[in-house]
């Protein structure tokens, strides 16, 4: 059977709900479809929020031969056929070729597009859910213009449910009940996916208590169906990434409570090792020397987490998300080796110090005899001064303390005893 979402399909764009920023009255991609003009685009967003809709539109207005293919399944004699149709009689007023989910075809697929979309002869309108910029060849992206599709609200999905609904009665012949706030429920739990608010209204209905000609739709039913369905998850796609990215920025911004919500739609997936990962990364890049012992504090937590396993192991995750946020902060460890590495990377090197050469035979043609190495330990404070770095770069300064508790102590600590080994200098240079 047709699925109710496939049934319901809309034919206009008055009938479509949200995306009003792409073709709402007066917006850039209803001037596009009005004018007959069609350019090679490509849809970016998740999965049902209109882009195959869309497509379909722009086809069945267009004088165009339309093939359809998915990247997932179309193999490259398909490609190569639709091509070639835009050489032949059946393609005389050019091909319109819609290929979903572009991002499954490889490099090589994707540039035997290239020559037909250059000549003006095929007219792409390509989707995909994952960021084109990222997954797409970048000389299709050249010749193309993006245009990101958003979940839709739960408001602009509320009418799609009812319709729904009104559909389905009329299909059967029954009168369908449902409570306002099921609808709404359905609304919020579809995660911005209209396709999936409609098929959870078809699968209520299919589930609903029916008493003579009338369904009634109960939200525990509603609620079993959707328990999970708010769910947007990809791990290998950019849901993935985008969770992680805002888990980080979260914690770096020091809003345990935005980290703590991404860190749990993180564990619901049990995808636990990335979270982890994550978190061990965050610990030295954004706390740091603030506070040293968040690094071993958060090894232990994930240590204990991938131990017990779901569900359990949100619990020192949690402790591990929240430790982090509310440290204080600091990345002056990290900006000191990005510098190191810019010198590095930039030839930057030369000869070590003599005094810090694994010195041990000093040949008969050698200038300088004996390494001159200052033992710290030997002398008071277990400091002395001597040159570290290669002569090229010896006056280069590094690491410049942030302004927190734990490193201005440190800071603070040498700077007194290098004073006061300056001071024990001049005054043994003054002496009579």
């Not at 070639?84 to 075809?105: A, H, K, M, W």
């Not at 299909?171 to 709404?184: F, R």
Request: with cysteine; glycine share 6%.
């Amino acid at each position: 059977m047709i699925p109710l979402a496939e049934r319901l399909r809309p034919h206009t764009l008055d009938e479509m709900v949200g995306q009003q920023h792409l073709f709402g009255p007066g917006k850039p991609m209803r001037r596009i479809i009005e004018s007959g003009q069609i350019p090679n685009m490509i849809f970016y967003g998740p999965s049902g929020v209109g882009k195959t809709t869309l497509a379909r539109m722009i086809a069945d207005r267009s004088d165009l031969s339309l093939h359809k293919l998915n990247g997932t399944t179309a193999s490259v004699g398909e490609i190569r056929d639709a091509l070639q149709e835009s050489g032949s009689l059946f393609g005389s007023n050019g091909v319109l070729l819609y290929l979903d989910e572009i991002q499954y075809l490889n490099k090589k697929q994707q540039q035997s597009l290239l020559e037909y979309i250059e000549n003006g002869s095929v007219t792409l309108i390509a989707s995909t859910t994952e960021n084109p910029y990222f997954a797409v060849f970048n000389a299709i992206i050249s010749r193309s213009t993006v245009f990101e599709f958003k979940p839709v609200s739960k408001e602009e999905i509320l009418p799609a449910i009812r319709r729904a609904y009104d559909f389905l009665a009329e299909e059967q012949g029954i009168t369908i009940e449902c409570p306002p706030e099921v609808m709404a429920y359905i609304a919020a739990g579809c995660g911005g996916d209209v396709r999936k608010a409609v098929n959870t209204v078809e699968l209520s209905v299919l589930a609903a208590r029916r008493e003579n000609y009338t369904a009634y739709i109960e939200a525990e039913s509603v609620e079993a169906l959707t328990q999970r369905s708010n769910m947007r998850y990809d791990k290998d796609g950019d849901q993935h990434y985008d969770l992680l990215s805002a888990l980080h920025k979260s914690i770096r911004g020091s809003d345990e409570n935005a980290a703590i919500h991404y860190a749990a739609r993180l564990m619901e997936t049990g995808d636990l090792l990335p979270l982890c990962r994550r978190l061990l990364c965050i610990a030295s890049e954004d706390i740091g020397l603030a506070y040293p012992l968040a690094i071993p504090i958060v090894k232990a937590s994930v240590d204990t987490a991938l131990q017990l396993g779901m569900p359990e192991a949100r619990l020192p995750l949690s402790d591990a998300v929240i430790l982090l946020a509310t440290a204080p902060k600091s990345n002056s460890a990290y900006l000191a080796a990005d510098a190191a590495f810019a010198d590095i990377r930039a030839g930057l090197s030369g000869d070590f110090p003599r005094a810090l050469q694994n010195v041990h035979f000093d040949g008969a043609d050698a200038k300088e005899r004996g390494q001159h190495y200052l033992y710290p330990h030997d002398y008071p404070n277990h400091w002395v001064p001597q040159q570290y770095l290669p002569d090229t770069l010896k006056d280069r300064v590094y690491y410049h303390p942030a302004d927190n508790r734990q490193e201005l102590a440190a800071k603070e600590y040498w700077d007194r005893i290098k004073t006061q080994y300056a001071a024990k200098q001049t005054g043994s240079s003054g002496r009579k």
